[in-house]
């Protein structure tokens, strides 16, 4: 039993990193229609310059600030000079550039920091848990703590401020929310940026959970996000979220539990297979 | 020679688009307290006139002036904040938000500029007040609560007067507010128009029913083919043999004269 609920606590926090992954893309993919793959180069980046900045200053919380600001700005970047001049051209125009976009980035970091994995090894400062014979690791205490953070301030951010309301109404209709006096420029460009600062911290909260850092490591997290949101239902922020925590404990619990000799990832599409087969149009997608 | 009480001054207006010239040179004024009509068959260029003086379109050539400040150029959400709020000839609401919700997005306006405004809370009781005042203006208070995708058009096209309303504008544009509607609900609107007309909006109207157009304007602008073919009060359009010729074809202006003596 105890095994049982130390699983799913691993999987919790493996889903919450990837719901922070996916906040991005989904943020993006509402308000742009663009599937943003780059967001898992945006997070590499994030992951090493977290790693570099901590091996120089010695500082978690320098690290985790300079990723957020440095990769909110590679985030900008890109909506303003990659997505934003393609947005008149079909939709697959952007794909193929962000897809691009990634692989440079991937090779951009394997060219700076070379193709070797790097250790990131050292603990977040949070305090160990304890319930009865449950221990909760100070890693995983922190890992749970910044993405409830980080969910919280977002859900406060997207359903209560005129900011969020501002959003909403460029996701669904920006030309109309320009006749109402909102600036969808500016709307685009916070979504980038908190978009990618949580990417940011997202790099550096996996790469201090795995305690490594290498050039390839957003393979992986691209393919999941892009189903993630398809899976949580497309444009739905909270789905995605959802159907990443869900994600994260499936597939932990399948690795435990079930004598099944897949690797996780291949345990992880399944399981996303399985649920579009059944539904379509995604978790908490609009009927079809 | 330009009128002093002017609060809209388009000159020598140009809009092209590759070697279509869908607005060629079009010149008129709009003053205070004014219901202009801006008429002519399909493909006049009268939508893509109010694409530019609401910002969306940025003119070829000529230049737009608003309480006598150039506007050309300008992006459309810093014409909404100038107090120019603008209707759709196909109504676009926020689908799947509120009625109420849709207006209080118009009454961010002054709180989208800077962050700390922006990170206030959207749903306060004044907001509510201010929205249901909104509603009331456009008989649409029964159905604040519902989400604005299941409304009937004339419902939308209120709804949408009632959105441009919320950011105080003092020139409203109306693109094709009446098509569609039925007769008593036409009569509704032209008393809503007549109505903020009264508190000081100047507005600005595309309309395809001459029926409705020459009830409701003061004065009306015919545009043909991007160009401006007539201007004058609707008595005087309305005699006008080319504005005939325009809208039934050479040999239309007979008829006309003969059908409505």
């Not at chain 1, 039993?1 to 906040?23: P, R």
């Not at chain 2, 207006?13 to 009509?37: C, M, N, Q, T, Y």
Request: glycine share 10%.
């Amino acid at each position: 039993m105890y095994l049982f609920i130390e699983q799913s606590l691993n999987g919790l926090a493996v889903g919450s990193i990837y719901a922070l992954i996916t906040l991005g893309l989904a943020l993006v993919y509402g308000i742009l229609g663009v599937l943003h793959v780059a967001h898992a180069g945006i997070y590499t980046v994030g992951a090493y310059i977290g790693y570099g900045v901590y091996a120089c200053t010695g500082s978690l919380v320098m690290a985790i600030l300079v990723g957020m600001v440095a990769c909110s700005c590679l985030g900008v970047l890109i909506e303003r000079f990659i997505y934003f001049p393609l947005l008149k051209f079909p939709p697959y125009v952007p794909l193929i550039s962000s897809i691009a976009l990634f692989m440079g980035m991937e090779e951009f970091c394997r060219l700076v920091a070379g193709p070797s994995v790097r250790t990131f090894s050292l603990e977040l400062p949070f305090p160990e848990l304890k319930f009865l014979d449950i221990v909760i690791s100070p890693t995983l205490t922190g890992i749970f703590a910044i993405s409830a953070t980080i969910f919280l301030v977002l859900w406060f951010i997207t359903t209560k401020t005129e900011l969020g309301l501002a959003m909403r109404a460029t996701s669904q209709d920006m030309d109309i929310a320009s006749s109402v006096g909102i600036d969808g420029h500016r709307i685009i460009d916070i979504i980038f940026i908190l978009g990618s600062a949580i990417a940011a911290v997202a790099g550096i909260l996996v790469g201090i959970y795995y305690n490594e850092v290498y050039p390839a490591m957003g393979t992986v997290p691209a393919y999941k996000s892009l189903a993630l949101i398809v899976v949580g239902g497309l444009g739905s922020v909270q789905g995605a979220v959802i159907a990443a925590l869900l994600l994260g404990i499936a597939e932990t619990l399948l690795i435990g539990y079930a004598n099944i000799p897949l690797p996780r990832d291949a345990l992880a599409f399944i399981a996303m297979i399985a649920v579009l087969l059944w539904r379509p149009q995604g978790l908490f997608g609009k009927g079809a | 020679m330009r009128n002093d009480r002017a609060i809209l001054q388009i000159s020598d207006l140009s809009k092209h688009f590759g070697g279509l010239k869908a607005v060629e040179r079009v010149s008129f004024d709009l003053l205070e307290g004014e219901i202009l009509g801006l008429l002519g068959p399909n493909g006049a260029g009268k939508t893509t006139c109010f694409n530019m003086i609401s910002g969306i379109y940025k003119p070829t050539s000529g230049s737009i002036l608003f309480h006598k400040k150039r506007t050309d150029g300008l992006s459309p959400h810093q014409m909404a904040r100038m107090g120019i709020g603008r209707t759709f000839q196909i109504v676009r609401p926020f689908a799947t938000m509120t009625v109420l919700e849709n207006i209080i997005i118009s009454l961010g306006l002054q709180n989208y500029q800077t962050i700390g405004r922006s990170s206030k809370k959207w749903f306060t009781p004044t907001t509510r007040q201010k929205a249901m005042e909104i509603l009331e203006q456009v008989s649409l208070c029964g159905l604040a609560f519902k989400k604005a995708g299941i409304l009937p058009l004339g419902d939308l096209r209120r709804l949408e007067i009632g959105r441009a309303l919320a950011l105080k504008p003092e020139l409203l544009l109306l693109d094709e507010s009446f098509s569609g509607l039925r007769h008593e609900k036409i009569s509704e609107m032209e008393k809503l128009i007549l109505s903020l007309v009264k508190k000081g909006i100047s507005v600005l109207l595309i309309e395809h029913n001459m029926k409705v157009a020459m009830k409701l304007c003061h004065r009306v602008v015919v545009l043909d083919h991007g160009r401006k073919l007539a201007e004058g009060t609707p008595e005087d359009i309305a005699s006008d043999t080319r504005v005939i010729e325009a809208y039934l074809g050479k040999g239309g202006s007979a008829y006309y004269a003969t059908s409505s003596e």
